[in-house]
């Protein structure tokens, strides 16, 4: 808000205004006359930078002091009236002249004596209606009550139309608002039916987890303890075999007899906890190596088996006899052979892939190329499968 200088204040301004030499006593004059009557310097400076007369500065400073509005002030800003005409213009709109008759008459462009004669006919009009107004009959008067009265009553009942209005729509929207909740309310019942039967079969997925879980740790701790046991018969089998210093031959048949016992005795045990009987397979051909005590081969004998499926174990127990002393065969072949790099890839390949004692030793001793060697892998891998 524009604020009103002090007394000091004041003062300092009017000696800047002074010491700018651009505006006369006069214009001065006004000037400190205003700021004292509380203008503002803002207000002050409205007529001075507009380029007025100290004569139209003195007819807006008595606008400004008469709190005229800014419709007028605009209105005799933008039609560049002389001092006289401002006069006359100021003076019929206190006195009830409306701002659209002043308007048209200053756009006429009429001398200030004109401007006053107009004005002056406008305000005679004016009083004129009044007087008339003030003796209209009095059934006139009452018919115009009346007419006030039901216009009220109007607006009354627009009003009540209106309140009426505003609850219907907010019970269309309650009601719209309940549908809407009902619809969620039967979603959600939805999917919350959704999560609970995802989640019975979850907990389903993990009982039968759980349950196969402990059955493979059952199962692995069957197999460590049977691969334990058959260690066990092979390391007692192995020394039964090559103990040299016996002092009988039939001790140690005996001995030979006690340790085979034991090993049908664990190879039945075994049987009747983990192998199912599964049908006889197809018979198979093979060459058996005989080696002498280097572990060359001077012999290949063919023998005509037929295997029957079983988890491994029954064919296992079946070459404990020699199982150790094979494998220390192959080491030796291969030691002694003249195999590429990529041939013991190949044999190690074969190995690992669960190859038998007398395939290995066919690739080592006919010196199979690595290419081939390792088609005929895959075969004798799919020929064991067969078997099995």
Same mark, same amino acid.
């Given at each position: 808000m524009e604020q009103a200088l002090s007394k000091s204040e004041i003062g300092k301004?009017?000696?800047?205004?002074?010491?700018?030499?651009?505006?006369?006593?006069?214009?001065i004059a006004l000037i400190k006359d205003d700021l004292e009557y509380g203008f503002s310097k803002e207000?002050? +400076?409205?007529?001075?930078?507009?380029?007025?007369?100290?004569g139209q500065m003195r007819v807006y400073s008595e606008c400004l002091r008469d709190?005229?509005?800014?419709?007028?002030?605009?209105?005799?800003?933008?039609? +560049?009236?002389?001092?006289?005409?401002?006069?006359?213009?100021?003076?019929?709109?206190?006195?009830?002249?409306?701002?659209?008759?002043?308007?048209? !008459? !200053?756009?006429?462009?009429?001398?200030?004596i004109a401007m006053k004669t107009a004005?002056?006919?406008?305000?005679?009009?004016?009083?004129? !209606?009044?007087?008339?107004?003030?003796?209209?009959?009095?059934? !006139?008067?009452?018919l115009v009550k009346k007419m006030e009265e039901i216009v009220s009553k109007i607006c009354v009942q627009e009003q009540r139309y209106d309140a009426l209005n505003e609850k219907l729509t907010i019970f269309e929207s309650t009601k719209a608002d309940e549908q809407i909740r009902e619809n969620l309310v039967k979603e959600n019942a939805d999917k919350e039916q959704l999560l609970n039967d995802q989640q019975d079969k979850l907990n389903q997925a993990n009982s039968a987890i759980s349950r196969l879980r402990e059955q493979i740790e059952f199962k692995d701790k069957e197999m460590n303890r049977m691969s334990n046991r058959i260690e066990t018969l092979e390391d007692k089998l192995l020394h039964a075999t090559n103990v040299n210093t016996v002092t009988s031959s039939e001790p140690k048949k005996e001995e030979e007899q006690s340790v085979q016992g034991e090993i049908k005795k664990e190879g039945a045990a075994m049987?009747?906890?983990t192998i199912l009987k599964e049908p006889i397979g197809i018979p198979i051909f093979y060459q058996v190596p005989v080696v002498d005590m280097q572990g060359r081969v001077?012999?290949?004998?063919?023998?005509?088996?037929? +295997?029957?499926k079983t988890n491994g174990v029954i064919a296992l127990l079946s070459k404990l006899c020699f199982k150790k002393k094979s494998r220390a065969d192959i080491v030796k072949l291969v030691a002694s052979g003249d195999l590429a790099p990529a041939q013991l890839i190949q044999i190690?390949?074969?190995?690992?892939?669960?190859?038998? +004692?007398?395939?290995?030793?066919?690739?080592?001793?006919n010196n199979v190329a690595a290419e081939k060697m390792k088609e005929i892998i895959e075969i004798a891998v799919l020929e064991n499968s067969m078997a099995y």
């Open positions: 301004h009017i000696d800047i205004l002074k010491s700018g030499k651009r505006y006369g006593e006069e214009i207000q002050t +400076e409205l007529y001075l930078k507009s380029g007025y007369n100290i709190g005229k509005s800014e419709e007028f002030l605009s209105l005799i800003e933008r039609t +560049e009236l002389t001092a006289p005409q401002m006069q006359i213009a100021f003076e019929f709109y206190k006195k009830g002249v409306p701002i659209e008759t002043i308007e048209e !008459v !200053v756009a006429r462009k009429e001398t200030p004005f002056s006919k406008f305000l005679e009009q004016i009083q004129m !209606v009044k007087q008339e107004t003030a003796t209209e009959p009095e059934y !006139v008067q009452e049987t009747q906890q001077v012999q290949k004998v063919q023998v005509d088996r037929s +295997e029957s190690k390949s074969g190995i690992e892939k669960g190859l038998t +004692e007398g395939q290995l030793v066919e690739l080592i001793n």
